[in-house]
């Protein structure tokens, strides 16, 4: 921000001395030369503040893409963690119609769609950790076992909360950065 006030103000110091001062008064054939990089001076400055305000409404766009988006996203998750919750008490060939493991995979996709940073981490995480649970439960030999006896089911469990408490606290810094 620094910068563009200087170059703002260099661009209106140049302006107001070549219009002030006549610069063919002073440089005679010269001035054409002097009109010419000014002109190309100023047309990059404005190609460099374009370039600036473009990037700057992209990163607004992103930002106000989450700010919209996670809320529904936390509160589908939180669903999802209450149903896990329940059902670790039920057997293995009770809960085969449930379909949790898909959920959350899409729950995840959207999340990772919104782009806010700091989630990729535990977004991986939970995803490795949702494949490993569904595919134990598909290939555990004896469906009379509990859900919650299922290698990995407490680790889903805990990076599914660990998210949603990511989601707060990234919405509570998009709240006091506004």
């Known amino acids: ?10 661009s209106l110091v140049l302006l107001v001395t070549g219009c002030v001062f006549a ?6 054939d010269l001035a054409k030369d002097i009109w010419s990089f000014v002109g190309v001076f100023l047309s990059y400055m404005g190609a460099f503040f374009s370039t600036y305000a473009l990037l700057e409404v992209r990163a607004l766009g992103k930002k106000y ?3 919209q988006r996670l809320p529904e996203l936390k509160k589908e998750l939180s669903e999802i963690t209450r149903k896990l919750d329940s059902l670790k008490e039920r057997t293995l060939k009770d ?9 959350i995979r899409v729950i995840l996709k959207q999340l990772e769609k919104t782009r806010a940073p700091g989630f990729t981490e535990v977004v991986t995480k939970t995803k490795n950790y949702c494949s490993s649970v569904e ?7 004896d469906q009379s076992v509990l859900l919650r006896d299922v290698e990995n089911f407490w680790l889903l469990y805990t990076a599914l909360t660990e998210l949603i408490d990511e989601i707060n606290a990234y919405e509570k810094e998009a709240r006091a950065s506004l």
């Open 1 to 10: 921000m620094i910068i563009a006030i200087f170059v703002i103000g260099i």
């Open 23 to 28: 610069p063919s008064f002073f440089f005679g």
């Open 65 to 67: 893409f989450a700010k």
């Open 95 to 103: 809960i085969l119609g449930e379909g949790f493991a898909g959920t």
């Open 135 to 141: 595919s134990a439960v598909a290939a555990a030999p």
